[in-house]
T-cell receptor, first 110, second 115 residues
């Protein structure tokens, strides 16, 4: 079983829709959680950190559920520019290790 | 903020030659850097973990003699693709941990084409 698992998608939703992604992780000792965004042929860029208390940044909300070992990303009022691959990232700083999910492809249609 | 710079961004080389890719942490020290490879429409695949002053740790299936990693300073790691072949054509990305290992920053990536 992979340490971090994501639904690869693709998700194809109309502009303005709300879309949610989940990511599960297997190692309860994992320490830091993030969502990254990767555009085609570019490097991943940090979208937001994920906390148990939740983290909201404009149209984006991220949540960590340690008991169930999953993190989520909610995008409201989606825009065409939100089309990208969203990567769930777990950092185990004690082990100096970055673990990626395989990414979820999102395509927003007009 | 923390920045990781990767160079070159794009390289085309002839089959059989070697290519060196540099990854620099610009305003922080990175004792550990990571090298990834990404084929079109596929996810990032970790190739190796580069440790300053010691040998790199390679993932299963990655040939250490073909993908040479050197991490001689706290701000520079290099990946050399030796005797490159067309199947080595890919997008190579480095990353480094920052903030006591609590954040990850990525280089801009290197698109390697072997002809």
């Amino acid at each position: 079983r992979k340490e971090v698992e994501q639904d690869p998608g693709p998700f194809n939703v109309p502009e303005g829709a709300t879309v949610a992604f989940n990511c599960t992780y297997s190692n309860s000792a994992s320490q830091s959680f993030f969502w990254y965004r990767q555009d085609c042929r570019k490097e991943p860029k940090l979208l937001m950190s994920v906390y148990s208390s939740g983290n909201e940044d404009g149209r984006f909300t991220a949540q960590l559920n340690r008991a169930s070992q999953y993190i989520s990303l909610l995008i409201r009022d989606s825009k065409l520019s939100d089309s990208a691959t969203y990567l769930c990232v777990v950092i185990k700083s004690s082990a100096s290790k970055i673990i990626f999910g395989s990414g979820t492809r999102l395509s927003i249609r007009p | 903020g923390a920045v990781v710079s990767q160079h070159p961004s794009r390289v085309i080389c002839k089959s059989g030659t070697s290519v060196k890719i540099e990854c620099r942490s610009l305003d922080f020290q990175a004792t550990t850097m990571f090298w990834y490879r990404q084929f079109p429409k596929q996810s990032l695949m970790l190739m190796a973990t580069s440790n300053e002053g010691s040998k790199a740790t390679y993932e299963q299936g990655v040939e250490k003699d073909k993908f040479l990693i050197n991490h001689a300073s706290l701000t520079l790691s290099t990946l050399t693709v030796t005797s490159a072949h067309p199947e080595d054509s890919s997008f190579y990305i480095c990353s480094a941990l920052h903030g006591q290992g609590r954040e990850a920053f990525f280089g801009q990536g290197t698109r390697l084409t072997v002809v």
